[in-house]
T-cell receptor, first 111, second 111 residues
Framework: RKEVEQDPGPFNVPEGATVAFNCTYS??????FFWYRQDCRKEPKLLMS???SGNEDGRFTAQLNRASQYISLLIRDSKLSDSATYLC????????????FGTGTLLAVQP | DVKVTQSSRYLVKRTGEKVFLECVQD?????MFWYRQDPGLGLRLIYF???????EKGDIPEGYSVSREKKERFSLILESASTNQTSMYLC??????????FGQGTRLTVV
């Protein structure tokens, strides 16, 4: 089983739609969780951290479910500019606590 | 702002050459990473370093080595470049368990 799993998509949605991505992780010792966004032929950039209580940043909401070991990202009122790949990232825990990346979910927002 | 700088954006090398990819970060991060990214395969970890002279193999270390003589610099070495190492190479750095910041990537072509 992969350490971090995401549905690769693509998710094709119309402008204005609400879209949700889920990500599951296998290491119960993981303590830190993030969503990254990657545009075509660019480097990944941090979108938001994910906190235990859930957190919101404008149209974006991130949730963490430790019991079921999954995190989610909800995008409301999708814009064309939201089209990108969204990467789920989980810390490995332990002394070095390196980051483990999912393979990403491709979102295409259609006009 | 965190800055992670990779020495080249584009590189073309011949089969069999020894290739050095350099990465420098200016945030005193302990952790540094080298990934490669290929279409449909997501980010794959090659090597990870958690301190000066300390390294850990990632998922695909074969054909690569790394060097971290100073905290700010993490080098990826292709001992004898092969065509299947044509890829986008991404360097990142972070504090343990915290969000990682990426360089702009190096697109390497081996001919």
């Amino acid at each position: 089983r992969k350490e971090v799993e995401q549905d690769p998509g693509p998710f094709n949605v119309p402008e204005g739609a609400t879209v949700a991505f889920n990500c599951t992780y296998s290491n119960s010792a993981s303590q830190s969780f993030f969503w990254y966004r990657q545009d075509c032929r660019k480097e990944p950039k941090l979108l938001m951290s994910v906190y235990s209580s859930g957190n919101e940043d404008g149209r974006f909401t991130a949730q963490l479910n430790r019991a079921s070991q999954y995190i989610s990202l909800l995008i409301r009122d999708s814009k064309l500019s939201d089209s990108a790949t969204y990467l789920c990232v989980v810390s490995a825990g332990g002394a070095t606590n390196k980051l483990i990346f999912g393979t990403g979910t491709l979102l295409a927002v259609q006009p | 702002d965190v800055k992670v700088t990779q020495s080249s954006r584009y590189l073309v090398k011949r089969t069999g050459e020894k290739v050095f990819l350099e990465c420098v970060q200016d945030m005193d991060h302990e952790n540094m990473f080298w990934y490669r990214q290929d279409p449909g395969l997501g980010l794959r970890l090659i090597y990870f370093s958690y301190d000066v002279k300390m390294k850990e193999k990632g998922d695909i270390p074969e054909g690569y080595s790394v060097s971290r003589e100073k905290k700010e610099r993490f080098s990826l070495i292709l001992e004898s470049a092969s065509t299947n190492q044509t890829s986008m190479y991404l360097c990142a750095s972070s504090f343990p368990g915290q969000a990682a910041f990426f360089g702009q990537g190096t697109r390497l072509t081996v001919v």
